[in-house]
């Protein structure tokens, strides 16, 4: 049938299929040879960016660790804060010989400033609290107190507030607004 068509028989080591398999064997190699550095250099790239990613979420994990340990700070701050109240409050029963506002800060054991968040030091004018020469205990002390706090609050530069804050302000919602998914 070979010899109808014309066929030169010089070519019959090429024909057949275990010359096909090794034609096929040879191309399919040479293709991977051509391809491998190109695809080796795609998966280095590829590694790359999967580390930096990984980078940018430890940061984020570690932002939100220090929040819940800002948190825990703030919760810690609010119930000495409460604890001295009380006791201020509970002292005015007892008596005492009072303090001046200028002894009060010497006594209070954090070196007597209010600082912000950044524990850099409010300034404000002392003179501006009633009372702040004169020695009180109880009651009147804790009035003095409050009103040195608005003294610092009136002094205090509050950064500008975003949507985001606003939004995030309400939060958690009431309980009975909460839908019943079961």
Not at 75 to 82: G, L, P, S
Not at 93 to 121: A, F, P, R, Y
Request: glycine content about 10%; proline content about 4%.
């Amino acid at each position: 049938t070979l010899e109808q068509i014309n066929y030169d028989k010089k070519y019959q080591s090429n024909m057949g299929l275990p010359r096909f398999l090794a034609h096929l064997h040879t191309r399919v190699f040479t293709h991977y040879q051509h391809t491998t550095p190109q695809a080796l250099k795609h998966l280095q790239q590829h590694k790359a960016d999967l580390k930096q990613q990984l980078i940018n979420l430890n940061k984020e994990i570690e932002l939100l660790d220090g929040t819940s340990h800002m948190r825990a700070v703030g919760d810690a701050y609010i119930t000495d804060f409460i604890k001295v109240i009380k006791s201020l409050l509970s002292g005015s029963c007892e008596g005492g010989s009072g303090e001046t506002l200028e002894q009060e800060k010497m006594n209070c054991g954090v070196g007597g400033q209010w600082v912000d968040g950044s524990g850099i030091s409010i300034c404000f004018d002392a003179e501006n609290v009633s009372g702040w020469q004169y020695r009180l205990y109880g009651g009147p002390q804790f009035e003095r107190l409050l009103q040195e706090f608005n003294a610092v609050i009136a002094n205090l530069e509050v950064p500008p507030v975003g949507t985001e804050d606003i939004a995030a302000a309400p939060g958690l919602p009431r309980m009975r607004a909460v839908p019943n998914l079961a």
